[in-house]
């Protein structure tokens, strides 16, 4: 079955230092892949999503097959970029979101 | 736009009771899915509404049902509640039955808590 696995449950850096959300999955298709973000006290967000190539607030994630991975990154953290970031995974024919359990992004000054 | 409405926002009930969930999608918005999130995990799909059919369903048991209306809202109805039922429920709308344009807008969740 498909999984999704955020390996780190807490990561903690300074203003300005590179920031880097792991994301792995396990699906042998060819899957959709997202980075959903919580600011506090705010509902679920849609940051980015690896078929746009976009970049969002500083933030990007290449959809990297080989290694099963999608991680997300920023080179230089801010203090309003603490939230708690969700990777998502959409099967090519299926609709639902399969969500890794969260990392929470806590940046100190 | 109001975006993504869920009611009621926080609720208590006892085991073995019934509860329903309401969700009113984005306007002109035709899917709705319903997500369970249990305190540190992520979301968890439980079903998937288009266009008032049923699209998916998650690994739940059948004490799980929904409904669409023909005005797009969603009800999740959950009987003989369980202790393990205690949860945020989440409703997720989109424009389509896929993720598409714009993807899955989620609303704030209705807190349920079982005792």
């Known amino acids: 079955a498909q999984r999704v696995t955020q390996p780190e449950k807490l990561l903690s850096v300074f203003k300005g230092a590179p920031v880097e959300l792991k994301c792995n999955y396990s699906y042998s298709g060819s899957p959709e892949l997202f980075w959903y973000v919580q600011y506090s006290r705010q509902r679920l967000q849609l940051l980015l999503r690896h078929i746009s190539r976009e970049s969002i607030k500083g933030f990007t994630a290449d959809l990297n097959k080989g290694e099963t991975s999608f991680h997300l990154k920023k080179p230089f953290a801010q203090e309003e970029d603490s939230a708690m970031y969700y990777c998502a995974l959409k099967e090519e024919y299926g609709n639902k979101l399969v969500f890794g359990a969260g990392t929470i992004l806590r940046v100190k000054s | 736009d109001a975006g993504v409405t869920q009611s009621p926002t926080h609720l208590i009930k006892t085991r073995g009771q019934q509860v329903t969930l309401r969700c009113s999608p984005i306007?002109?918005?035709?899917?709705v899915s319903w997500y369970q999130q249990v305190l540190g995990q992520g979301p968890q799909f439980i079903f998937q509404y288009y266009e008032k059919e049923e699209r998916g369903r998650g690994n739940f048991p059948d004490r799980f049902s929904a409904r669409q209306f023909p005005n797009y809202s969603s009800e999740l109805n959950v009987n003989a509640l369980l202790l393990g039922d205690s949860a945020l429920y989440l409703c997720?709308?989109?424009?389509?039955?896929?993720?598409?344009?714009?993807?899955?807008?989620f609303g704030s969740g209705t807190r349920l808590t079982v005792v």
């Open positions: 306007s002109g918005h035709k899917s």
């Open positions: 997720a709308s989109s424009l389509a039955a896929g993720t598409g344009i714009g993807g899955y807008t």
